[in-house]
């Protein structure tokens, strides 16, 4: 009995959805690999930042105390546009992703201006969001700034929500919960006992103002990221950081420093 059309391509059919599942299959493993290198990468890089950090904002013997902030997120932020410029030419090869870096709408831009996903308001939120938590190292002890920070995923989640109208599974409500309870923990307890001194409101004021303009810089990159995704773009992962950090030098506020 002669075979129909559907009967005769079905083979075909199940042979290019094994192709695919194995091609999964395998970038799912290929990347696993990647995913360590760059958690490793992640604590190695903060760890040491924030030794840096907190010896920078730790009072001296002779109670004098460091006051360059605006100076010091000048040179991190100029540093960063560098080291994302530098890392899309040499990494991006090595990674199998784009060099360039305009493939979203461009920092400068007079159309721009008035976008509320701008990379200009991106960058001002996350400029803003760095010299609030720095200049509260002045009034408290830099684990309390730690341990605001742990908390930073879920005003992130919430964003997320928010601005890009995402939707979670319940699973990534309890981990994120998890997560930053336990970190509060780890924190408060590491913390507890060490640099003890009056802690003011006015420094926790900016430490609540920076989680909230930190929770505005991610959903905003993924908006761009999703728009490339959309038009049949690649979005290289230094793009984000190249550009944010090039419209936080128009914030920075030089003449103060």
Request: net charge positive.
């Amino acid at each position: 009995m002669p075979k129909t059309v559907a009967e005769a391509a079905a083979p075909a059919q199940a042979q290019r959805g094994n192709s695919g599942e194995k091609a999964a299959a395998t970038e799912k493993e290929a990347s696993l690999p990647l995913l360590i290198t760059c958690s490793a990468g992640i604590f190695v890089c903060y760890f040491q930042f924030s030794i840096a950090q907190h010896d920078i904002y730790e009072e001296q013997e002779d109670g004098t105390a460091f006051t360059y902030t605006s100076l010091q997120l000048f040179i991190m932020i100029f540093a960063n546009v560098i080291g994302a410029f530098v890392a899309s030419k040499l990494l991006s090869p090595i990674m199998g992703t784009t060099t360039s870096l305009s493939n979203s709408p461009p920092v400068f831009s007079p159309g721009e201006i008035t976008n509320p996903y701008s990379w200009l308001s991106i960058g001002l939120c996350f400029y803003a969001a760095m010299d609030a938590s720095n200049r509260s190292l002045s009034h408290i002890p830099y684990p309390i700034m730690v341990l605001f920070k742990s908390c930073k995923m879920i005003p992130v989640m919430l964003s997320g929500i928010l601005i890009n109208k995402k939707r979670y599974a319940w699973t990534k409500y309890v981990s994120v919960l998890i997560v930053t309870v336990g970190l509060v923990i780890v924190n408060y307890s590491a913390g507890k006992g060490k640099d003890e001194k009056e802690i003011e409101w006015f420094p926790l004021l900016l430490l609540g103002l920076s989680l909230v303009l930190d929770s505005l810089v991610g959903p905003r990159q993924e908006h761009h990221r999703d728009m490339c995704k959309k038009q049949n773009r690649q979005f290289s992962p230094w793009e984000p950081m190249f550009k944010t950090n090039l419209a936080g030098l128009v914030w920075v506020r030089v003449p103060s420093m």
